[in-house]
Structure formats: structure tokens, C-alpha cells
């Protein structure tokens, strides 16, 4: 295992020190024209995303979900079914992996920015740097959020919930809108904001497609060079070969009809320190306690909803989760239910208490409660543009 972590470390770094040459060579002045430069930079990023899979290291937690499970609380998990699927599975020992192409990688604005999150936000970044941190205007513009967060009052260990899943229509080509969870400590102003992100996301820009997509995210570094979408550079290692990460979800709701959710849950083993992913009931893969800093112990905050970005100027009509306001209930608004963290003693419980952050709320709202079936929920969403949100 060493001997093979070895290896693709080295190729990592063969293939990144190549990058640095041709990147170095043609801001060097050399003939080389601006679109021949873009064509083999992403060419050599790709040859490293595309690569054949390695064997990894931890194939299970230590500690299963199932002792973390509280069955009586949550009924069996949906099963989840991706477009790939359709055509076969992966075979034994193998991952699923979704495959950039060269287009993917030339629509990025650079082809070192492609699968990082540019500005990176995270909803309460007001909150938790430090009063008047110039950053943090900056890195909240053309984001907005409507969701709710368990804060301060513990460590947390992991989080859980049932996401509702939708497919908002894009109205922009570079907006995105998605539904997450985020787990995260660190300050933007200190520039180590550890985050780990799951969640559903409608995203053309990153996938070429409307469709709803699972995806991940991680930083280290309040998204500034750590960090990415997905597998599109090292980090989170894959273990399942059940689900696609960036892989398309079906079906997605139908307001006033079905509803389908996806259930996250996102754990730290006690024993080896990883953070863990299932999703759907599947164990994913994890996140190494050792790619990250503030959150190699544990987390101070955990976040569950929604997220628009437009990077446009002028409120964008792209919708946040079903484009409905929570007022409209369910099966008409979107919603996330059963929320749940894992607190010191590694159980799950309903946070203590949630407070919600909705600053443009004509526009996106966010709305709590509890009840038996559901513990802690919210209801979050809207249309973005409208009358009273010009
Ligand atoms: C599991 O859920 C039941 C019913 O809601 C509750 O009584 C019990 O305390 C829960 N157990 C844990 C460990 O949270
Ligand atoms: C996908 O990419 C092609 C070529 O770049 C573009 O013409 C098309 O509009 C894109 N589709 C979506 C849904 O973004
Ligand atoms: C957050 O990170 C700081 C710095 O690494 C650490 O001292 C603190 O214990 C962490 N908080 C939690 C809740 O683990
Ligand atoms: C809803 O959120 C408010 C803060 O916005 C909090 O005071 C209240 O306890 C929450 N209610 C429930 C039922 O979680």
C-alpha cells in the first residue's frame, strides 16, 4: 500500500512539475500562442484527472454508521439511482469516475481554476471571521444563501440529513444552484477555513448539462489553493463503486407530486480521524484527517441549505431548491429533514438549537421547526428575481 502511495505520489509530482514547465515556458515569451498554451494545459490536467485507478487505502470505516444509526429516528435510507447506471456497473475493485473532457476544461476561465470554486463561499462567513474583515464582502459577492446553522455550543463530529432533491432551472450560463451541507473550521481572515461540502447542485457551467449532480467539495485554505469540486484533484479517496461522484440523480421532484430525497450523512471515525461520506446508505469514500488543519480535531460549525451564485451583475431568476418560499409547505417547497449531528459522545442527535441566516429573504427565505417525524427541519428556497426582489 505504501509502495503504491508512493508511486502515484511520485507521478503526481512528475505530472505537476510538468505543468509548472509549460506554464513557466510560455509566460516565458516563447512563440507559443494564448489558445495552443490553454490546449496543452488542459491537456496535461486531464492526463492526470483521466488517469486508471489506484488501489486505496482505507476500504471501510472503523466505526460503522450502523452503531451510530438511530433506526427508530429515520427510516431506511431511498435507494438513489444515477444515469449511469442505465448502462452497467462497476466492476469489483473498481470506482466510478466521472470523465473530464477538453471542453469541460477550456470553459473554465483558466484551466487551473477548473473544478475550484471561484469566489469559494461559505453562508456565515460574516459570522465567523473576524468583525471587519475586508475579505469577506469579496468573497460573499454574487452568492446567496438561505440556510441554517448549529454553532458554538459543541465540537461537532458529523452531521446527517435528507436532502429533498430538485432540479432548479438555470437562468444564466454561469449561475449555479444547489442544496448542501458544510462543515467547517476556520476563519476566511485567518485563510484557514477547513470546510467539508456534500450536496446536490444544478451546475452547466462545471458539467455542460442541467442535470441535478451529487458533488463534494473540500479546502484547507478558505478556498484558496486547496480544495476542489468532486475528484478533480486529490483529496477525498473513493472507496464505493455503487455512485458516481458528480454523477447525475433521478428522479428529482415534481412540485405538488413526488418527492424524492437523498439522504447525506458525513461522520468522523474516532479511529482513524477520517471524515467519512454515505450517501444513499452507501459508504462512499472519506476525506484524510490529514489533507485538512482546523478540522483534523473537529468541526465548530455545521450548515444545511441553499445557495444561488450568479456572478452577473443584477438579481439573477435562477431559482434556490424547488423556486418556491417555504411558506408554500410541502411538496411545494424544498426542504431538508431528520438534521442531525454527531456530537463528542458520536451520536446522533438533533442540534441544540439552529439560527438561520437569510439576507435577501424577498428573494430566497429559510424557515425552521421540529416535529416527531421530521426532528429538526427547514424549508428554504424562491425564485431569486420577482417583484419584490428587483
Ligand atoms: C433514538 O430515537 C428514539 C425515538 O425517537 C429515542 O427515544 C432515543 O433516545 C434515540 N436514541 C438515540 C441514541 O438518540
Ligand atoms: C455544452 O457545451 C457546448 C459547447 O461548448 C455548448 O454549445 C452548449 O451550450 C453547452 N450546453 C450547456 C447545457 O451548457
Ligand atoms: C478549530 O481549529 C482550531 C485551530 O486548529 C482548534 O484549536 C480548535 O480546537 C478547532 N475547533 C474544534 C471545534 O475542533
Ligand atoms: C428556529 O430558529 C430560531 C432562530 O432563528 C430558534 O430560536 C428556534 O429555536 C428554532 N426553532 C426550532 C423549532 O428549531
Redesign the pocket.
Known amino acids: 500500500m505504501s509502495a503504491m502511495t508512493r508511486t502515484s505520489m511520485a507521478a503526481l509530482v512528475v505530472a505537476l512539475a510538468f505543468l509548472f514547465l509549460l506554464e513557466g515556458a510560455a509566460t516565458a515569451g516563447t512563440a507559443v500562442g494564448e489558445p495552443v498554451r490553454r490546449l496543452r494545459q488542459a491537456r496535461s490536467l486531464l492526463r492526470r484527472l483521466n488517469k486508471a485507478p489506484l488501489a486505496s487505502i482505507e476500504m471501510r470505516p472503523s466505526y460503522h454508521t450502523g452503531s451510530l444509526y438511530?433506526d427508530?429516528?429515520n427510516a431506511a435510507p431511498h435507494p438513489i439511482t444515477q444515469t449511469w447506471h442505465q448502462n452497467g456497473k462497476c466492476p469489483e475493485n473498481t470506482v466510478p469516475i466521472r470523465r473530464n473532457k477538453e471542453e469541460d476544461v477550456l470553459r473554465a476561465s483558466s484551466v487551473r481554476k477548473y473544478g475550484k470554486k471561484s469566489p469559494g463561499s461559505i453562508p456565515i462567513a460574516n459570522l465567523i471571521s473576524s468583525v471587519g474583515d475586508p475579505d469577506t464582502p469579496n468573497v460573499l459577492r454574487g452568492h446567496q444563501h438561505a440556510v441554517a446553522h448549529a454553532q458554538g455550543a459543541d465540537k461537532y463530529y458529523g452531521t446527517r440529513a435528507g436532502f429533498n432533491l430538485w432540479q432548479p432551472k438555470i437562468d444564466r450560463a454561469n449561475d449555479f444552484s444547489l442544496t448542501q451541507l458544510w462543515i467547517t473550521n476556520g476563519s476566511y481572515s485567518g485563510n484557514d477555513l477547513n470546510t467539508i461540502e456534500v450536496g446536490w447542485q444544478v451546475f452547466p457551467y462545471l458539467y455542460n448539462d442541467s442535470n441535478t449532480r451529487l458533488f463534494i467539495y473540500w479546502t484547507r485554505d478558505a478556498y484558496k489553493k486547496t480544495g476542489c469540486y468532486n475528484l478533480l484533484c486529490s483529496g477525498f479517496i473513493q472507496t464505493s463503486n455503487q455512485i458516481a461522484i458528480g454523477g447525475s440523480l433521478s428522479p428529482v421532484s415534481i412540485y405538488g407530486a413526488s418527492q424524492y430525497y437523498i439522504d447525506i450523512f458525513v461522520w468522523k471515525d474516532p479511529k482513524g480521524g477520517n471524515w467519512w461520506l454515505q450517501v444513499g446508505g452507501y459508504d462512499l469514500g472519506y476525506w484524510p484527517s490529514s489533507i485538512f488543519s482546523n478540522l483534523a480535531d473537529g468541526a465548530s460549525s455545521v450548515q444545511w441549505g441553499g445557495e444561488v451564485f450568479s456572478p452577473d451583475a443584477g438579481q439573477t431568476s435562477t431559482p434556490m431548491g424547488s423556486g418556491h418560499f417555504p411558506e408554500e409547505g410541502f411538496g411545494k417547497a424544498s426542504h431538508i429533514k431528520n438534521i442531525n449531528v454527531v456530537d463528542s459522545s458520536n451520536?446522533?442527535?438533533m442540534p441544540s438549537g439552529v439560527d438561520l441566516q437569510n439576507k435577501q429573504r424577498n428573494c430566497y427565505n429559510v424557515q425552521n421547526g421540529t416535529n416527531n417525524d421530521w426532528g429538526t427541519y427547514i424549508y428554504y428556497g424562491g425564485p431569486g428575481k420577482n417583484p419584490n426582489c428587483p
Do not use: A, V, W
Request: charged share 15%; glycine share 0%; hydrophobic share 15%.
Open positions: 438511530n427508530s429516528n451520536s446522533l442527535r
